[in-house]
Every structure is written in C-alpha cells, then in structure tokens.
C-alpha cells in the first residue's frame, strides 16, 4: 500500500491493487505563462479557420472567386494563397501545443502482461505498450541541453536488441565518459516515461514500476548520449 505523503504531487494514483494506474501531466513547462505566451498564435488560428469556413461555403455555393479571396486574405494571389495554407498549418501545429499544455496528460497503466503509456487530450488517446517479458529495468538519468535546462528522465531499458552484434564506442573514445549503463542502452531499445527537472519525481516513479515488475532500477548523473 503506498503512503499518500510520500507520493509526489506531479502524480496521481487510481489504482494500487492487482493493477497501477498512475497520471500525470503532459509537460513541465510554467502552464500558465506559456498557454499566455502562445496566445496570440491561437487567436491567428481561429481567424484563418473562419476564413476557411467562409470559402467551403461559397465552394458550396459554387462560387469559387470569392472563395479564393477568402483563402488569399482577399488578393486572389497565388503565393498570399500559399501563404495561408503554411500559415494555417504551422498555426495548426502552435494550437496543438497550446491545448496539450492545458489539458493533455499521460496515464501509466501497469498490469501482469503490460506497461502502457497512454497520452489522452480532450477526449483522443494515443496508446504505447511494452510487454513484460521485454522489461530490462528502468533507467534515471541526467539529460543535459547545453542550456542550463537539464532534466531527469526515466526510461524503460527493454530486452530488444537494436543489432545483431554487441556495439561499444571507440577505443579512442574517453572511458571516464563510458559506463556498463551506457553501453546496454546503446544495444537496447529504450521507451522515455517521464521527464522533470527535478530528480525525485523519476526517482519516486522508476523505483515504483521497478517493484511494481520486479526489476532493477539504475540511476545515473551521465547525460544520455545514445536515445533512441
């Protein structure tokens, strides 16, 4: 049975029985200020996609004249109508993001078979499982930016080989810099679970999992060189 205090405000437990369900938020970033920030882009979207309801409805109408205007911010020039279509898009992309900020979120979901991941928004899942045969361990490590913005991240280590042959790094190649750690990720697959900059939160859920399926869990202050 988990303790409520030592359970880190980031996550939330559903179930602690025969099954774990463990959600948390679908980023670290400050919500507020970056869902202010990005603001704007949202507002741009919302007028292009007007415009387009505008010109599907003289398309209808089969007025096509007025429905370029509408799709060229009212020129009727090719290249302003090309210019929608990439604004709209990477518009598109922007309100993705924003709406993932405010209401997306990720579901762990541990049963005897499985581990699954599921990132849920607004009523749309997106599903990714690991059998549990194919659990290495779990894995903490240090993921420097070059930015002053390191994070902590927890993977999965899985038994899947990546290649036929054992890889390793270069004889020439620093051994301060090389750990037995490394080089498994470097032959493995690895599936990224949860990312935060501060270390107990993957340390809190990496050794829960790692009890949860009887593995190991590995912590490690060296940046991962070798994603996948």
Not at 84 to 103: D, E, H, P, Y
């Amino acid at each position: 049975m988990f303790n409520p205090t030592e359970i880190p405000k980031q996550f939330k437990v559903f179930s602690i029985q025969t099954d774990l369900r463990i959600s948390f938020p679908g980023q670290i970033w400050p919500t507020m200020f970056v869902s202010i920030l990005l603001l704007p882009f949202v507002a741009l979207f919302v007028g292009h996609f007007i415009f387009i309801c505008l010109g599907l409805y003289e398309i209808l109408h089969l007025n096509l004249e007025k429905a370029i205007d509408f799709f060229s911010y009212g020129t009727n020039n090719f290249w302003q109508l090309l210019t929608f279509v990439f604004a709209f898009s990477l518009l598109g992309a922007v309100t993705f993001c924003w709406l993932w900020i405010i209401f997306g979120f990720y579901e762990i979901r541990a049963t005897e078979e499985s581990l699954t991941t599921i990132s849920k928004m607004l009523g749309m899942s997106w599903k990714k499982s690991v059998l549990t045969k194919e659990i290495r361990y779990f894995n903490q490590f240090l993921k420097r930016d070059g930015e002053g913005e390191d994070t902590w991240d927890l993977e999965i280590v899985t038994n899947q080989k990546l290649f036929d042959e054992e890889q390793s790094y270069p004889s020439w190649f620093p051994k301060k810099w090389v750990s037995a750690d490394m080089l498994v990720r470097m032959n493995y697959k690895t599936v990224q679970l949860y990312s935060h900059s501060s270390p107990k939160p993957t340390e809190w859920l990496g050794k829960t999992l790692a009890r949860f399926y009887r593995v190991e869990f590995k912590s490690t202050a060296q940046p991962n060189l070798t994603s996948f």
